[in-house]
């Protein structure tokens, strides 16, 4: 079936450095994929989307770019702020309308 | 501009007990999901609406579990007699029209469900 892995976190970085969170998928078809962030206390909210191979979906300084032949599609940012610090989320979306969630990786940032 | 909202947004219940789990869509909202996060997961489809049609309830774990939306707008999320497995935080996501792959869902903050 249709799967998503993301990498463990926590992940611990300081202001400014780069980040990289990898996001591999098993699915048929062709899936959309997206990053959903979620902050303490709230909702998830869409951070990113791409829906076709080769696709760069980016938001706030995020970005992830879909890549069919490694099935990967990694969320990266190059200077992270501490009000980036969330919980991220990597998930597909195959044919039909269900959300397929990776078990998200913290992100801690600090100043 | 009100999104998802939820009630509430905790519930502590004993095993045994029935709870009943609300969720406000976005006005207009055409689809409807519930989704359940157990801690330090990401979370897993439990069921789809269409206006008022249950059309996929293939997620709910056991017939303990209920949801409905009668009338195309508000949903509740009940579970029948608790079990502490049932300890999770319950999403409540819309979307504006007819769910697809490129359809942007939107969540509700969740209620977080603790089964002592």
């Known amino acids: 079936g249709n799967s998503v892995t993301q990498m463990e976190g926590p992940v611990t970085l300081s202001e400014e450095a780069f980040l990289t969170i990898n996001c591999t998928y098993t699915?048929?078809?062709?899936?959309?994929l997206f990053w959903y962030v979620q902050y303490p206390g709230e909702g998830l909210q869409l951070l990113l989307k791409a829906t076709k191979a080769d696709d760069k979906g980016s938001n706030k300084g995020f970005e992830a770019t879909y890549r069919k032949e490694t099935t990967s599609f990694h969320l990266e940012k190059g200077s992270v702020q501490v009000s980036d610090s969330a919980v991220y989320f990597c998930?597909?979306?195959?044919?039909?309308?269900?959300?397929?969630f990776g078990s998200g990786t913290r992100l801690l940032v600090r100043p | 501009g009100a999104g998802v909202s939820q009630s509430p947004r905790y519930k502590v219940a004993k095993r045994g007990q029935d709870v009943a789990l609300r969720c406000d869509p976005i006005?207009?909202?055409?689809?409807l999901f519930w989704y359940q996060q157990a801690l330090g997961q990401g979370p897993e489809f439990l069921t789809y609406f269409q206006n008022e049609a249950q059309l996929d309830k293939s997620g709910l774990p056991s017939d303990r579990f209920f949801a409905e939306r009668p009338e195309g707008s508000v949903s509740t999320l009940k579970i029948q007699r608790t079990q502490q497995e049932d300890s999770a935080v319950y999403l409540c996501?819309?979307?504006?029209?007819?769910?697809?792959?490129?359809?942007?869902?939107?969540f509700g903050p969740g209620t977080r469900l603790t089964v002592l």
């Open positions: 699915a048929t078809g062709y899936p959309s």
């Open positions: 998930a597909l979306k195959d044919s039909s309308y269900k959300l397929i």
């Open positions: 006005s207009g909202h055409v689809s």
């Open positions: 996501a819309s979307s504006l029209e007819v769910a697809g792959p490129g359809n942007e869902q939107f």
